[in-house]
């Protein structure tokens, strides 16, 4: 180790360079997979926040909820439980005295496992079947406590009484409301009663033209979600891969360029493992300074950056990404390591 930091003391300049390269990547990594978060949760954060784990609907739908229509007959024939819900999901638009805006519309019925877990941020609870809650996101919007709004197809106008935190499904901020006006903010007929059933236990006995879904395929399912993930992993795959190769070029430079040196140390009785363990320490000094500069902008972007930008700090996820770099140096000093341990001091020194 003292070897390391007295080598790094003297070539301030060239390893303040590699620094600053792995630093760059290491930010845009933590950025991306913060983007990347964040555009997951605006497709899943209101599924999430039900805690629910299953949804049935019908088969035709192909796993889209906001696609189903279940008669009530095809509810009826379906046990519920406390732990279960019906729930009508219908894409509206929202006309106000703003400008319309796109949302999503849930409609529930009284004190079932979706309105139990609703959590209002501000305003009260909805008295009548023509009162809702809205996302937060909505008020910076325009959308106020006390507003009338149309949805959808629905020929009666609604009144905004509360906000919930921010809560979106399929990228679009959501509406709660009674499950009576799903039909007439749709457009479809009386026949149709809801749009699935969610729950918290296992498979349901139904009707044998519904699906059973998971959480997890629910959302993968949701148009352009799985695409957008794969998309991200790509890119954070790349990334990683490349902070490998730049730490792998840098160290094998600098090792064939202290080859005679590494030659007379080794003559002079240093083990060739000692070596080995001062490179792979100065590998993991590099990676750590890095990541841990990195963190810091990280840190500095969340003050700066907009709420309006879709990005999620977990700080587990940035963990994993940030031991993901680590590991990845660490891999990257192989090269080097190997030249290390093929030094023949005779040769080099010319004995």
Same mark, same amino acid.
């Given at each position: 180790?003292?070897?390391?930091?007295?080598?790094? /003391?003297?070539?301030? %300049?060239?390893?303040?360079?590699?620094?600053?390269?792995? !630093? %760059?990547?290491?930010?845009?990594?933590?950025?991306?997979?913060?983007?990347? %978060?964040?555009?997951?949760?605006? /497709?899943?954060?209101?599924?999430?926040? *039900?805690?629910?784990?299953?949804?049935?609907? !019908? #088969? @035709?739908?192909?796993?889209?909820?906001?696609?189903?229509?279940?008669?009530?007959?095809?509810?009826?024939?379906?046990?519920?439980?406390? &732990?279960?819900?019906?729930?009508?999901?219908?894409?509206?638009?929202?006309?106000? &005295?703003?400008?319309?805006?796109?949302? !999503?519309?849930?409609?529930?019925?009284?004190?079932?496992?979706?309105?139990?877990?609703?959590?209002?941020?501000?305003?009260? *609870?909805?008295?009548?079947?023509?009162? =809702?809650?809205? #996302?937060?996101?909505?008020?910076?919007?325009?959308? /106020?406590? +006390? @507003?009338?709004?149309?949805?959808?197809?629905?020929?009666? #106008?609604?009144? =905004?009484?509360?906000?919930?935190?921010?809560?979106?499904?399929?990228?679009?901020?959501?509406?709660?409301?009674?499950?009576?006006? *799903?039909?007439?903010?749709?457009?479809?007929?009386?026949?149709?009663?809801?749009?699935?059933?969610?729950?918290? @236990?296992?498979?349901?006995? &139904?009707?044998?033209?519904?699906?059973?879904?998971?959480?997890?395929?629910? $959302?993968?399912?949701?148009? +352009?979600?799985?695409?957008?993930?794969?998309?991200?992993?790509?890119?954070?795959?790349?990334?990683?891969?490349?902070?490998?190769?730049?730490?792998?070029?840098?160290?094998?430079? %600098?090792?064939?360029?202290?080859?005679?040196?590494?030659?007379?140390?080794?003559?002079?009785?240093?083990?060739?493992?000692?070596?080995?363990? /001062?490179?792979?320490?100065?590998?993991?000094?590099?990676?750590?300074?890095?990541?841990?500069?990195?963190?810091?902008?990280?840190?500095?972007?969340? *003050?700066?950056?907009?709420?309006?930008?879709?990005?999620? $700090?977990?700080?587990?996820?940035? #963990?994993?990404?940030?031991?993901?770099?680590?590991? !990845?140096?660490?891999?990257?000093?192989?090269?080097?390591?190997?030249?290390?341990?093929?030094? @023949?001091?005779?040769?080099?020194?010319?004995?």
């Amino acid at each position: 180790m003292y070897l390391t930091l007295n080598e790094m /003391n003297k070539e301030k %300049l060239r390893y303040g360079l590699i620094i600053t390269v792995i !630093t %760059l990547i290491s930010y845009l990594i933590f950025i991306l997979s913060a983007l990347a %978060l964040g555009l997951a949760q605006q /497709n899943t954060s209101a599924v999430n926040d *039900w805690g629910v784990t299953h949804v049935s609907m !019908t #088969s @035709d739908a192909n796993g889209n909820l906001s696609q189903s229509l279940m008669t009530r007959e095809e509810v009826l024939n379906t046990k519920t439980t406390e &732990h279960s819900a019906i729930i009508g999901v219908a894409p509206t638009i929202v006309k106000s &005295h703003k400008s319309p805006i796109s949302a !999503t519309f849930i409609g529930t019925q009284k004190n079932d496992l979706i309105d139990k877990s609703i959590r209002l941020t501000k305003g009260t *609870w909805p008295k009548n079947q023509y009162e =809702v809650l809205i #996302s937060s996101e909505l008020s910076q919007k325009g959308l /106020n406590i +006390g @507003d009338k709004i149309k949805l959808g197809m629905l020929s009666h #106008s609604v009144l =905004v009484v509360g906000y919930v935190k921010k809560l979106e499904y399929n990228m679009s901020p959501v509406i709660y409301g009674d499950l009576n006006n *799903w039909r007439p903010i749709k457009g479809v007929s009386d026949q149709f009663y809801a749009s699935g059933i969610v729950r918290k @236990d296992a498979k349901l006995t &139904h009707a044998t033209n519904l699906k059973n879904y998971t959480k997890a395929q629910l $959302f993968n399912k949701m148009p +352009g979600y799985s695409a957008q993930n794969k998309t991200f992993i790509f890119m954070i795959g790349f990334l990683l891969v490349i902070s490998a190769v730049i730490v792998a070029i840098f160290l094998y430079i %600098l090792t064939i360029q202290k080859i005679p040196n590494l030659a007379v140390l080794r003559a002079q009785g240093v083990p060739g493992k000692y070596l080995v363990l /001062n490179t792979l320490s100065e590998t993991l000094i590099i990676m750590i300074v890095s990541v841990l500069i990195s963190a810091i902008l990280c840190g500095i972007t969340v *003050w700066l950056i907009p709420a309006s930008v879709p990005m999620f $700090f977990d700080i587990k996820l940035l #963990s994993l990404a940030a031991i993901g770099l680590i590991l !990845t140096g660490i891999i990257g000093a192989i090269v080097p390591v190997r030249i290390i341990t093929k030094i @023949d001091p005779i040769s080099v020194i010319g004995g």
